[in-house]
């Protein structure tokens, strides 16, 4: 399955980065995410809740990130796993300054997906990716401002 789009956060550049590499905001943000763990620089642990379909199950995993060139771009790799199946991707975020205090977010991915999770179809899942990132994105937009309004 592939991903990709884009979404405009009102804040400034690194602000924004920052934001995404923190774990306590990346948690609340993430729709069913349970916990999120950060073992290391580049590493996190999590367990996450899905429900897509007929089908509800919790996963543990671990994200890691690579090619880190901040505030400008990361690339997240994700493997997790649980008794609906397993997941395994990579995905690459771009933030861009567009001035006027606000921040373009670009990401695009791959995810395989196999197990009973698989079963309820290609269309069902890209809609429950693209509900979860909207309102993730929602979420950190909301974590955001209130981060700006106290400095």
Avoid: W
């Avoid at 804040?11 to 590499?21: C, D, K, L, R, T």
């Avoid at 580049?42 to 897509?52: K, N, P, Q, V």
């Amino acid at each position: 399955m592939n991903v990709e789009g884009e979404y405009v956060f009102n804040g400034p550049q690194q602000a924004v980065y920052e934001m995404f590499n923190d774990p306590n905001a990346l948690a609340t943000a993430v729709p069913g995410m349970q916990k999120m763990v950060q073992v290391d620089d580049t590493h996190y642990e999590g367990a996450i809740f899905l429900r897509i379909g007929p089908i509800s199950a919790a996963f543990e995993g671990v994200l890691s990130l690579s090619d880190i060139n901040p505030p400008e771009s990361c690339t997240l790799n994700i493997e997790g796993k649980g008794k609906a199946g397993f997941a395994k991707g990579v995905g690459r975020v771009k933030f861009t300054d567009l001035g006027n205090n606000q921040t373009k977010l670009n990401y695009s991915g791959e995810v395989n997906i196999g197990g009973t999770l698989a079963s309820v179809g290609q269309r069902m899942i890209d809609s429950v990716a693209k509900s979860m990132i909207k309102s993730g994105c929602e979420k950190l937009q909301k974590t955001l401002e209130e981060r700006c309004q106290q400095k």
